[in-house]
């Protein structure tokens, strides 16, 4: 199996991106790393550095796609960028099972959907971030921003490729499937939510439990919520945002006196161990559902263990064949 | 200045409605209460306490309005029910200027909507909850779920009726108003999104500082988001929901060791600290904005302070003549 990364995308980029490509071929001996990249600087990443040389390829692609490219005019005129370079190479390349990015979302959304093709049935490719439950697992949220504008149809579309998703690359055996909306009972929300409801109640292959209201989000009761990428984008971004907001006025809370100081030094493991479990890093990028080919998007803040676990995501998702 | 309370919504009522109205009674000498619901189940609620008797008026409406009733039905129907009588006084009574309730929020909103006159140039009222900032401030979401399909030129009046709001309510200035979007840019989010920031842009009446992605809510870094009524529903819930789950699960933490419930002893105060703070008992209910009169929506769950609190919104938006 190879994997394309982009070792120009994100904020630690290429050194990141790098660690983490050889973090992953620890874990998967069957694993073979492309590099995409200024040659020279991810050499000199690697140099000093023990790894299976012969699990590692490297292609010079040193230009750098960024935020406000556009995805035709990147294609057209970035050629030589190392994640247009990838998103071609991962069209035409049958090796290649997979990419990883770190790099400007919109360009990557739209080379991928421009150049890979869809699955059969398939209207609109949608990103399925996850996150971890209060009670130990993890939701999964289709679609998180890919698509502002959907149909009931693509919902239910959304709820078959997060099925498969969750199935194969985290082995939860029967997701149950939400729908995001303003109320638990069938007829909230309006005509998209409605009609929404009714295809994936009669939809068989999907497991389908009801409308979920957003604050239940991390109660573990649910694998799958499925929504429109605008109110996606709003769930996942608040929740994070909440959380991190609270850990810092505890953070702050626990400098503010003597007595919570020494409360703290008792506390240190807690609020340690509760930053890294609310720490995206740890559950990997975005998964991009729904093209004949996987793509991953990772945080642009993320460090070697982040890429690690994205191609970690994209390895799974991609092993035995396609997706659905 | 006469305000009327629905003695008969929310799961503790008639206590927590009468008790809150006391509360308020002593905050401002020249309100007058108008009880709704039972006469004597409000009644045996007053029995033996102080209070001046002179500014409390019961109006006796027994029936209850409930979660399944179609707003048009309960007008029809339930004429003799606290929620319907009061919206009805509210109508038509000079003196009413103002209406709690904690009863079931469609048929608030839908009897309000068809019996309260709208403001001028305004096409459709909107819910403006308050949250707490991690700054210590507070921030206003419009709209929160009365309107779920929304124009440009609708998101443009939520910011005009919420600037005034907050300045009148909150005594801010010079209200610094977002919108919700998917990132921060000018040209970010669908149709709606772009369109809307134009005119919020052009809009001399509103301070706009452009786009908010959802992450920032509590950062106090706004004072208004404008949003359509289904993201502002998901944003508020999923926050809520977040810093609440995180705080149990801290609470978890500090009882699963021996040393964490030491560390837990000395932070016993500041864990409380944030519970009250995150509780939306605090910060009163969602003020419906846009009709010639004030109501007011507080949680189901409210106590007689979250009561009280809702009464001083409904005060302080309604004193001096209307909202805008």
Redesign the interface.
Known sequence: MKIAIDCLGGDNSPSANVEGALLALERFDDLTVVLYGEEESIKSELSGKQYPADRVEIVNSPEKVDGNDKPIDAIRLKKNSSMIKAVMDLRENEEIKALVSCGATGVLVGASILRIGRLEGIRRPAFCPILPT?SGGIVGVCDS?AN??VTPEQLRQYALMGTAYLKKAYGIENPRVAL?N?GTEEEK??DLRREAYKLLKEEKAVNFVGNM???????GKYDLVVCD???G???I??????????????KK??TSSF??K??????L??VK??KA??DYRNYGGSVLLGLEKIVVKGHGSSNGVAVAKCIEQAYKTSVNGNLI
């Open positions: 209060m921003g502002i504008d995001l303003v929300g309006d209201e957003s604050r239940d989000l991390l109660s990428g605008f109110s984008n709003v769930l971004k608040s929740t994070e945002g909440a959380c991190l907001e609270m850990l810092k006025r505890l809370d626990v007595w919570n020494i409360g703290a030094l008792f506390m493991k807690t161990k509760e479990f609310m």
